[in-house]
């Protein structure tokens, strides 16, 4: 995928579109919040990795998929009620 790299797994591309760096599917523009454009999956962090978890009740482990190809693009642990991390790339 042409573009440029601003993370693992997301390009900006020559349209200055966020795009998933596998497939191209484009996430919104840069130097905006591309998250809402991913697909999003919430699992409660209690032992998710093992017994480091177990106290997490109310943690969030969010995983954000990228809806063209399936690609894991991003994760972060989170409450229920917290905004999405955003980070936003100038380039
Ligand atoms: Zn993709």
New binding site residues.
Partial sequence: MSGKRISATLVVNEDRAIA?A????TLGPAGAPWKDHARLDEQPMQGAGGNPYTNAERVLLRRFF?P????LLDTESALADDPFLTDIVRV
């Fill in positions: 998933c596998a497939c191209g599917h990228c063209g190809c399936g690609a």
